[in-house]
């Protein structure tokens, strides 16, 4: 059975970090791009991060340009999300997403595979 399965949400104080984990099975995660998403109540899911089958290239939105980072471990089918000095606007749910055509962006439409995200809050 396909899955990907996100972890490490929770509530953060700002300035703070979390390290968010999505783990695939299913299907061979090497094969596909891996892009991060993330949706707070009423706005459009909006595209975070993403890193290609390889590993070796990467982009990020603009919105956490220098704070986060992607990255993935073939070997474990897992990628993961630093994120660092956290605001209270990166307050959503956060997605990983795989994508077959590792086409290397981050359209909605491009994506195949989608977890059930992971909350994450940054309030004090």
């Known amino acids: 059975q396909l899955q990907l399965v996100e972890s490490g949400g929770g509530l953060v104080q700002p300035g703070g970090s979390l390290r968010l984990s999505c783990v695939a099975s299913?299907?061979?995660?090497?094969?596909?791009?891996i892009g991060w998403f993330r949706q707070a109540p009423g706005k459009e899911r909006e595209g975070v991060a993403y890193?290609?089958?390889?590993?070796?290239?990467?982009n990020y939105g603009a919105s956490v340009q220098g704070r986060f980072t992607i990255s993935r471990d073939n070997a474990k089918n897992t990628a993961y999300l630093q994120m660092n000095s956290l605001k209270p606007e990166d307050t959503a749910v956060y997605y990983c997403?795989?994508?077959?055509?590792?086409?290397?962006?981050?359209?909605?439409?491009?994506?195949?595979?989608w977890g059930r995200g992971t909350q994450v809050t940054v309030s004090s």
């Open positions: 890193i290609r089958r390889s590993g070796t290239i990467r």
């Open positions: 299913g299907f061979t995660f090497d094969y596909y791009a």
């Open positions: 997403a795989a994508d077959r055509s590792d086409s290397g962006g981050l359209h909605r439409s491009d994506y195949d595979y």
